[in-house]
Each structure stands twice: as C-alpha cells, then as structure tokens.
C-alpha cells in the first residue's frame, strides 16, 4: 500500500494483513471485505453516471453462459487455456459411493462427472451478441448496452491484480463501423478523465489479447498492427508492468458474421466494447491511497462518495 | 403477471415476452433486464437496512470457492447431483488442434480438460466458515456476516424459480446454541414483516434440504424433525406449491466440528443462517405486481424506492 517497488506477493500479502481481501486457499480466488466492495459499488454507479448520456441498454448477466454460445464466438480456438467449463455429477446411488469411496481414498473423482451446458464466462460482452441478433435486424442508428457479469479465467497467480473469478462491467456498441469507432474513441477521453479523477497515474497504450500457441503470436501482432485494442494501464502490482484496467477494443465484424449481427439492408454490423477490470480498479485505489478509505484524497473521496 | 394459476413455462414466457429475462438456450439460465436488477438491488438495500442494526461483518465471495473446501464442507455427500466443478484445457499445442478437430466434428472435447481447483458456490456462506476459522477463536458474544453470492445447482429447469446461477444475500450467525436460535427467531419474525411490507402473499413453513437418494430421506426426515429448517414461501410459478424465497436454517453445531469453529475455551460454537433468494423475490414481485415497476403498488414501491 505503498508507492515503491514491490512484487505482486508483497501486494497481496499486504491486501490480507489489512483485511481486504481474504485467502480461500486458491490463487486468485479471495473474498472481499464490505469495504472493498464498497469502492467496486460506488466505482460502478460513476462509470453509469457517464455513461448515462448514450442511454444505454442495461442487461446482466449471470457468471455462466450456454457452452454452445462460448464454442460458437470462437473462443476456444483462440483462448482455449482460459476458459471454464462445469461439470456436474449425474449418476445414481451405485455411482455416489463409489464417488464417496474415491474421495475418502484422495482420488480424483471428479472424473465421475460429466460435461454440463454451461461454461464460465469469459468476458461480459460474450452472452450478449446472440441475444441481440435473436431481436432481428439492428436499426441503422445502432444499439447500446450497459453489461455487468463476472467472468472467468483460468490462470492462477499470486498477482492479486489477476484473479480467477472478477467483474467486468462494459459497454458494447453494435452499428456501423464508424459509428463503433466514434464510440471507442469517445471513450478512450472519457475513460483517462475518469481514472485521471481518482488521482491514479495511468497511461493508455496499444495492447493485443494472449491468443494461444505459436498461431496466437501472430494474430497478436494484426491485432496491434490495425490498432484493434487500446488499454488503460495502472500501475497496480508492479511499476514496471502496469495493470490494464480499462480496455477499449474493436472487434470489427467478428461478432457481426458469427452472430448474424445484420442491418434491415442485409449489411454485417460492426461492434466495438469498453471493459471496466471493477476489482483491479478498487486495487488500484487501494495500492495509491492507502488501505483506508476515510483516508483516501478529498477529490477522489468526492467523486466516488459525494457525486 | 396475472395472479390465475398457470404453469411454470407460461411464467417464463410472459417473462421472456416482457423482457424482464432474456433466454440464452439453457433451461435455468437467462440474461437480466435492467430494471430486474435495479429491483434486486433495491431489495438487497432493503435487507441491509433491516439487518444494519446488529452491525454485521460484510464480507463478498465470488461465485466459484476452493473445491477442497466443498468437499470438507461435505456437499458432496449430501448434494452430489446439485454440485459443480470447474474444468479447464490444460494441454500444448497438439491437444488443441485435436480439440479443434473434435469440436468441429461435432464430439465431446470437454474430456480435454482436467479439473482445476475451483467448485461453484452452492449457498453463500459455505466459503465463510474455513475463512472465519482462520482467525482463532470466536469472541463468545459471537460473530455475524452478511454475505452476498452467486450461486450455482445443477437442477435444469423450466421453472424460472428454479435457476441454475441465481444470487443468495445470507446473515450468518456463529455462536452458542441460544444465540443463534436467537438471531434465526428474529430473522423468522423480520423476514415474514418484510415481505409483508412488499404486499407479497406468504407463508412459514417447517422444511427440508433435497438430501440425494434413499438415505437422504431419513436425513430430510431428521431435519424436519428436529425443526433444523424453516422457509418463507410465496407464491410464484405455482399456487399450490408456493416458492422459497426465504430459507431459516439452524445448523447446529455441524460447521463448528467441520471447521474447528471454537470459543476459546475450546467448546465448539453452533451456526445459523438466513437466505435470501434474491432472484425468487424478484420474481414474486414481478408476479404479483405486474411486469412496470411504475405501476406497482405506492406502498410497495415506497418500501423500495423511497426509503
């Protein structure tokens, strides 16, 4: 909680011993204390102020999604190694004891599960496309929503700014390619200003997502090349390597061809999102200004509690 | 939205027709409407108002816990079929082209995956009582959380009371026998004003958990016998089978001997909880009240809105 160097461990450590976050035993996967959630409550209710002006559609959903859903966006060709699937036990009385016997015996009985229809959700924009194009046809003007889901990905770390299980809340704009674009950029201000208010030192910077394999690599470098994903960084964990808090991306029609996103005219939709990281946000208060809120700087008091 | 009897599905598809939830291709599991949320979220301040005067400990788990937790917790013997374990793809560059290979033709590639550490949150406080134990020994005025949670149960279902991802707001009360029967008394009293004050149509009754096979009967038959659990119901998909929207549980001292939950003079502290289902209150006051919040009753929108 202080401004020097530090590793990610020492952050946590720090996060534990103040009691702001809890262990459960799982890197990447701790409880919250009320005041944490606190700050995420009140960092949500700003980002809906600023956006209320666009008049956005507000939608959640629930931290599962249809697997079917995951596996038709593309998902596991390009992030295999992050996504979740459930798997339930489906077996009767027989199958129960022997499921019983195998975890007195410390074996692995998961396998006596099958697959379920529901995957973890990896991103909040993910369940929204096939029920946008389920409506019908996009009007010309576009379509705005607000979004709000916790999502999954599987890489365990002891770096508290990347967690198993967080929120994201986003807006995602779905209409013609300059119009997503005048959206993107819109927020790529209103987004700076916004962390600028909380007094957190931060700076947005092209960024790429960690496609898999040595395929991934290169799908990275035409995602940087066309300028497709801009990040707001914050220096959380680490000085050297800032957090990306915010991410503002463009998925050109991606989105529009695997979901049939159409104009009346027959014309593929484009589709751009902003993404709030809510709980690498809240640490980022945190890591700067101190473990205790009451504490923290007038000005950033006065945007989060007073507005 | 009418108060004649009709079935579960037909609920669900004035819901859908209102769009106050959003289908997603899985029975159980639906997007939100904005104003859906908004009336959960104005139930939750609800709740934290009227629990606010015995100064809980808040504390926020994500949807997914520590599998080893689950299964100490014993879950797995009493619940095996409502669980859910989280499995990822862990393999090189080979085993995802077969994955690719196996998806595109159609098979289950999910066996691709290995289990990771994480189960899904089946009630809200089972991540509590490991995390409470942690501390060292319990003040002998007792301890109380509120608790929020996704959780999950493998139970597809079309009736929309029934979700396989919902959320759960908990008080949870660790202490001696007679406090937390205390504590759950005042809750059984609260609880039944409450939802009298939100003009819902309700009932106590003496309950018990769905305890898997033949032997889970006599389990249900001990709880009810031994007045273990008690549940608020109201009618929503179903008149004549009224829905848990409330649950009241006394657990004994069944967590204390689990968790090692211990005053300090070493004798093991007891545990209660009260649930709230906070999607099944939505409901019912969607039901009950029609699908425009605006058109609610004033003294019911007062108790939401205006306090």
């Known amino acids: 909680m202080d401004t020097g160097t530090f590793t990610s461990k020492d952050l946590l450590d720090k996060l534990f011993d103040n009691g702001i976050l809890f262990e459960t035993g799982v890197d990447g996967l701790y409880g919250r204390s009320g005041m944490f959630e606190e700050v995420i409550e009140r960092f949500e209710r700003l980002v809906t102020r600023l956006g209320a002006v666009d008049k956005p559609t507000r939608i959640h959903f629930p931290p599962g999604m249809n697997r079917a859903t995951l596996e038709k966006s593309g998902y596991m060709k390009s992030f295999p190694q992050l996504a979740g699937c459930v798997h339930s036990f489906m077996g009767g009385e027989r199958d129960h004891a022997k499921l019983l016997g195998m975890m007195d015996a410390g074996q692995d009985w998961t396998e006596l599960q099958q697959p379920t229809e529901l995957a973890l959700t990896p991103a909040a924009c993910y369940p929204l496309y096939p029920t946008v194009a389920a409506r019908g046809p996009v009007p010309m003007d576009g379509l705005l929503f607000e979004l709000s889901s916790y999502c999954f990905r599987h890489e365990p770390s002891q770096d508290p700014a990347r967690m198993q299980l967080f929120r994201m809340r986003e807006f995602v ?73 915010l991410s503002f991306n463009y998925h050109q029609d991606h989105f529009g061809q695997t979901w049939g996103l159409k104009f009346a005219d027959g014309s593929l939709c484009h589709s751009a999102c902003v993404g709030f990281g809510l709980e690498r946000v809240a640490l980022a208060l945190f890591r700067h200004h101190g473990p205790d809120v009451n504490a923290w700087p007038p000005a950033v008091r006065a945007v989060l509690w007073d507005a």
């Open 173 to 245: 704009c779905i209409g013609t390619a300059d119009h997503v674009h005048a959206f993107r950029q819109s927020w790529l201000e209103r987004g700076k200003a916004m962390v600028e208010s909380l007094e957190l030192p931060c700076e947005l910077d092209l960024a790429n997502d960690p496609f898999f394999g040595r395929g991934g690599k290169m799908l990275a470098n035409n995602q940087r090349d066309q300028g497709l994903k801009f990040e707001l960084l914050i220096p959380v964990s680490s000085q050297e390597k800032p957090t990306a808090c």
